[in-house]
Every structure is written in structure tokens, then in C-alpha cells.
């Protein structure tokens, strides 16, 4: 299990950069929802995960 801050780092030291929290909804990536890969109609799959988004350069 991992936190905010613990996985921020852990992503950082392998070398990805802009790591930040995010909803289920969220993402930096053009029309992320309609993948359905942490919502099933409008309804988030596991309400209780912690979802981080971030950039490999």
C-alpha cells in the first residue's frame, strides 16, 4: 500500500516528472473515461483507491 507522498517519490526516482493525484476521472489523456478502466457507469470501480497520474520524459 502506498500514500500520496510515498508514491509521488517512488515514481520520481524512476524517473517520471508532473506526478500528482487525480480522480478516477481524471487524466491528462484525451477522453480517458470512455476507456473504462476505473469507472463502470459513472460509478468509480474502487472508490477507496488512491489515483496518481504522472510523466515519463
Keep these: 500500500m502506498y ?4 508514491l509521488r517519490l ?6 517520471f ?3 500528482r493525484r487525480v480522480s478516477a476521472e481524471e487524466s491528462a ?3 480517458f ?3 473504462g478502466l476505473d469507472t463502470v457507469n ?3 470501480r474502487k472508490p477507496d483507491s488512491l489515483f496518481m497520474e504522472a510523466v515519463r520524459p
Excluded: T
Excluded at 3 to 6: G, I, K, T
Design 33 to 35: 473515461v470512455s476507456y
Design 3 to 6: 500514500d500520496e507522498r510515498a
Design 42 to 44: 459513472g460509478e468509480v
Design 29 to 31: 489523456i484525451p477522453d
Design 10 to 15: 517512488l515514481l520520481e526516482s524512476a524517473g
Design 17 to 19: 516528472v508532473r506526478a
